[in-house]
């Protein structure tokens, strides 16, 4: 960089003197080589002079700034005020160097006139009519000196700007500025000051093609300047209008990628501007992310993520909200004697003012739901008291479902709200308007039950709004998917959820996504073959189902009722048959275990009593009727029942009873 700008300078004389003489020859009629050579040994010698001034200029003022680049190019650590220094040297030096310039050129035209005219200058200066000449000739001068200057200017600023701009200097010293419009009406006052020049002292009749030649060069430095200005000036301007479209549009990771400040003019201003208005933006931007963040930790935490319900129950949740906060909703309220109220809603509108209605829609459900014993009062209640506070156009769509784990009963209302589905059905429940519209409406409720191993589906419409218009979940063939016994609820919301992961992962939902499944237990099945010793694996599987499903103090229990069926079942039942299978089942609700023993058997009475030990003593028949009396020791109730092919002993076990 200091080899070129050595050039630079040094070029631009030599352009400047070839033009003088250029000018004289073709409008004088005088080759260079018709001067004195004293005068033409002042000419180079002053352009010489002028050129090693301003380069030997340029290595004394700009020494700190080439210091500082080598540090940078060796990656030495160079701290921000050497950086700004250095910076602040580079920017100013175009100016000052053009300044010099023109100082220096107009000393040596006088001195040049001085000597070429000896000691006629003062009398053609006073002399009226060889003074337009002799000021026409100076001021073509003047103006070659001027545009060469403007010359250095934009060539040194454009070779030093990648130095600035590696400094880093974000904002624009406190100093005198060199405007755009002062450098255009320099070039144009330098044009017109040539124009009337010419026109002045141009020979008379002299040829076209004469004019044409004093007029070229300076119209290509002319040009010239205007060109590398106007690039310069676009180049900067469409950075910076790219930058301002980037801010505006929220493109990331360079969102706030700061512009370095390297001229000192109005694009200087520009970019100190931008970059202070970027720091401004990212700080505020960074405070709003860091509420939201917290805003919506406060929401994740107000919704369930553990749920205690009866052995066999699962319940699995998803909430995907579009922005950093959503207005979708999920709960679960535990409203004793294995009750559970199960809500699911969608607050208007998106982000920050749905995630506030939903808070306050959440609040109001679980402050009301243990003193409502049908969904539809409390959703009532509930709408009477946001019709109350919610302005106009603001509403809430909610289902709301009470079941009963004990018998699977579900009842459910909706307020605006998707059907539930259960068991792959959608319910046809009458829905009413949504909460906040109008007070004193009527929610009405359905009714149903759900099986062993079915699901109960709650959702919002981004479930569905958000897919692909191919997508399963548009058709609604998804809900084919929960007909039938179900086991394991995470992997059916994953299955559920599918197409909506990439959107997810992309964060381009367009609506905030819900999704709640509960799944009723499913009963565990087992089937022994008819072997003396297979009772012992039965037994020992009812022992593990009892304490996996919170029947751990009646775990003994259980299994030796079990075991002892499945004994009798073997033998009498089956009477050892290999082929003839004994099934067992176990199913757990919130109070009682159950378990029933098939066999192919014929069915009999149970006695009432236990049998007469001493009378069994005393006869020749084997003693029977022991087995059943102790299976209704161990279990709570005890029963026979006749099945299409052969019999089953059912056996109940309440949860905390005496033993």
Same mark, same amino acid.
């Given at each position: 960089?200091?080899?070129?700008?050595?050039?630079?300078?040094?070029?631009?004389?030599?352009?400047?003197?070839?033009?003088?003489?250029?000018?004289?020859?073709?409008?004088?009629?005088?080759?260079?080589?018709?001067?004195?050579?004293?005068?033409?040994?002042?000419?180079?010698?002053?352009?010489?002079?002028?050129?090693?001034?301003?380069?030997?200029?340029?290595?004394?003022?700009?020494?700190?700034?080439?210091?500082?680049?080598?540090?940078?190019?060796?990656?030495?650590?160079?701290?921000?005020?050497?950086?700004?220094?250095?910076?602040?040297?580079?920017?100013?030096?175009?100016?000052?160097?053009?300044?010099?310039?023109?100082?220096?050129?107009?000393?040596?035209?006088?001195?040049?006139?001085?000597?070429?005219?000896?000691?006629?200058?003062?009398?053609?200066?006073?002399?009226?009519?060889?003074?337009?000449?002799?000021?026409?000739?100076?001021?073509?001068?003047?103006?070659?000196?001027?545009?060469?200057?403007?010359?250095?200017?934009?060539?040194?600023?454009?070779?030093?700007?990648?130095?600035?701009?590696?400094?880093?200097?974000?904002?624009?010293?406190?100093?005198?500025?060199?405007?755009?419009?002062?450098?255009?009406?320099?070039?144009?006052?330098?044009?017109?000051?040539?124009?009337?020049?010419?026109?002045?002292?141009?020979?008379?009749?002299?040829?076209?093609?004469?004019?044409?030649?004093?007029?070229?060069?300076?119209?290509?430095?002319?040009?010239?300047?205007?060109?590398?200005?106007?690039?310069?000036?676009?180049?900067?301007?469409?950075?910076?209008?790219?930058?301002?479209?980037?801010?505006?549009?929220?493109?990331?990771?360079?969102?706030?990628?700061?512009?370095?400040?390297?001229?000192?003019?109005?694009?200087?201003?520009?970019?100190?501007?931008?970059?202070?208005?970027?720091?401004?933006?990212?700080?505020?931007?960074?405070?709003?992310?860091?509420?939201?963040?917290?805003?919506?930790?406060?929401?994740?935490?107000?919704?369930?993520?553990?749920?205690?319900?009866?052995?066999?129950?699962?319940?699995?949740?998803?909430?995907?909200?579009?922005?950093?906060?959503?207005?979708?909703?999920?709960?679960?309220?535990?409203?004793?004697?294995?009750?559970?109220?199960?809500?699911?809603?969608? !607050?208007?509108?998106?982000?920050? /003012?749905?995630? #506030? &209605?939903? *808070?306050?829609?959440?609040? @109001?459900? +679980? %402050?009301? !739901?243990?003193?409502?014993?049908? /969904?539809?009062? #409390? &959703?009532? *209640?509930?709408?009477?008291? @946001?019709? +109350? %506070?919610?302005?106009?156009?603001?509403?809430?769509?909610?289902?709301?479902?009470?079941?009963?784990?004990?018998?699977?009963?579900?009842?459910?209302?909706?307020?605006?709200?998707?059907?539930?589905?259960?068991?792959?059905?959608?319910?046809?429940?009458?829905?009413?308007?949504?909460?906040?519209?109008?007070?004193?409406?009527?929610?009405?409720?359905?009714?149903?039950?759900?099986?062993?191993?079915?699901?109960?589906?709650?959702?919002?419409?981004?479930?569905?709004?958000?897919?692909?218009?191919?997508?399963?979940?548009?058709?609604?063939?998804?809900?084919?998917?929960?007909?039938?016994?179900?086991?394991?609820?995470?992997?059916?919301?994953?299955?559920?959820?599918?197409?909506?992961?990439?959107?997810?992962?992309?964060?381009?939902?367009?609506?905030?996504?819900?999704?709640?499944?509960?799944?009723?237990?499913?009963?565990?099945?087992?089937?022994?073959?008819?072997?003396?010793?297979?009772?012992?694996?039965?037994?020992?599987?009812?022992?593990?189902?009892?304490?996996?499903?919170?029947?751990?103090?009646?775990?003994?229990?259980?299994?030796?009722?079990?075991?002892?069926?499945?004994?009798?079942?073997?033998?009498?039942?089956?009477?050892?048959?290999?082929?003839?299978?004994?099934?067992?089942?176990?199913?757990?609700?919130?109070?009682?275990?159950?378990?029933?023993?098939?066999?192919?058997?014929?069915?009999?009475?149970?006695?009432?009593?236990?049998?007469?030990?001493?009378?069994?003593?005393?006869?020749?028949?084997?003693?029977?009727?022991?087995?059943?009396?102790?299976?209704?020791?161990?279990?709570?109730?005890?029963?026979?029942?006749?099945?299409?092919?052969?019999?089953?002993?059912?056996?109940?076990?309440?949860?905390?009873?005496?033993?």
């Amino acid at each position: 960089m200091r080899w070129r700008l050595r050039v630079l300078s040094l070029s631009l004389i030599a352009v400047g003197i070839g033009w003088i003489y250029l000018s004289n020859y073709v409008r004088l009629g005088r080759s260079p080589f018709d001067y004195a050579w004293s005068v033409t040994l002042t000419n180079l010698g002053g352009g010489l002079f002028i050129g090693l001034l301003i380069d030997a200029v340029a290595g004394f003022y700009l020494r700190p700034f080439f210091r500082a680049l080598d540090r940078l190019g060796a990656n030495q650590p160079l701290g921000p005020q050497e950086r700004q220094a250095a910076a602040i040297r580079a920017m100013r030096f175009p100016e000052r160097a053009s300044v010099l310039l023109v100082g220096i050129s107009v000393g040596m035209i006088l001195v040049h006139r001085l000597v070429s005219l000896r000691g006629e200058f003062f009398a053609i200066l006073l002399a009226e009519e060889r003074r337009a000449v002799l000021l026409s000739s100076m001021t073509r001068d003047l103006v070659v000196a001027l545009l060469l200057a403007l010359l250095l200017f934009t060539f040194s600023q454009r070779l030093l700007k990648p130095g600035v701009a590696a400094c880093g200097l974000q904002e624009l010293p406190d100093e005198r500025r060199f405007p755009l419009g002062l450098r255009q009406a320099l070039v144009v006052l330098a044009m017109g000051l040539f124009n009337i020049t010419l026109f002045i002292s141009a020979p008379e009749n002299a040829p076209a093609a004469r004019l044409i030649w004093i007029y070229l060069p300076p119209v290509i430095l002319t040009a010239t300047v205007a060109y590398l200005m106007a690039t310069d000036t676009g180049r900067d301007l469409d950075a910076i209008a790219g930058r301002l479209r980037m801010l505006a549009a929220g493109v990331r990771p360079d969102l706030f990628k700061r512009f370095a400040v390297t001229e000192q003019d109005e694009i200087g201003e520009l970019v100190a501007s931008i970059n202070t208005m970027q720091n401004r933006v990212e700080r505020e931007l960074w405070e709003f992310e860091r509420d939201m963040a917290a805003a919506r930790s406060i929401q994740t935490e107000m919704l369930p993520h553990a749920w205690s319900l009866p052995p066999g129950w699962q319940l699995t949740a998803r909430l995907f909200p579009a922005h950093e906060v959503g207005g979708d909703f999920y709960d679960l309220i535990d409203l004793g004697g294995g009750r559970y109220g199960v809500a699911v809603g969608d !607050a208007a509108g998106k982000g920050l /003012p749905a995630a #506030l &209605l939903m *808070a306050s829609t959440v609040s @109001l459900i +679980r %402050s009301h !739901a243990p003193f409502h014993q049908r /969904p539809g009062d #409390l &959703l009532a *209640a509930v709408n009477r008291m @946001l019709c +109350r %506070s919610l302005p106009p156009m603001t509403f809430v769509t909610a289902a709301y479902a009470i079941v009963d784990t004990a018998t699977g009963e579900i009842r459910v209302a909706s307020a605006g709200h998707l059907p539930p589905v259960v068991g792959g059905r959608e319910l046809p429940i009458i829905s009413a308007l949504p909460l906040g519209v109008e007070p004193g409406v009527v929610y009405e409720e359905q009714v149903c039950t759900v099986s062993p191993g079915e699901a109960v589906v709650l959702y919002s419409d981004g479930l569905i709004e958000g897919a692909d218009p191919t997508s399963p979940l548009r058709s609604a063939q998804w809900i084919e998917a929960l007909r039938g016994p179900l086991t394991d609820g995470e992997s059916l919301a994953q299955q559920v959820l599918q197409p909506l992961i990439p959107q997810v992962q992309q964060g381009t939902l367009q609506d905030d996504v819900t999704l709640l499944v509960l799944i009723a237990p499913q009963p565990y099945s087992l089937a022994i073959r008819s072997q003396e010793g297979a009772e012992v694996q039965a037994a020992e599987q009812a022992a593990r189902y009892a304490r996996e499903h919170g029947f751990a103090a009646r775990a003994d229990d259980v299994a030796s009722a079990v075991g002892e069926a499945c004994l009798n079942a073997i033998s009498h039942g089956n009477r050892f048959r290999d082929d003839l299978p004994v099934r067992i089942t176990l199913s757990a609700g919130p109070d009682w275990l159950e378990a029933t023993v098939a066999d192919g058997g014929d069915i009999f009475t149970p006695p009432e009593s236990p049998p007469d030990l001493a009378v069994q003593m005393d006869s020749d028949e084997p003693i029977r009727g022991w087995g059943f009396h102790l299976i209704r020791s161990m279990a709570d109730s005890v029963s026979v029942e006749s099945l299409p092919a052969g019999k089953q002993i059912r056996m109940r076990f309440r949860r905390h009873a005496d033993v």
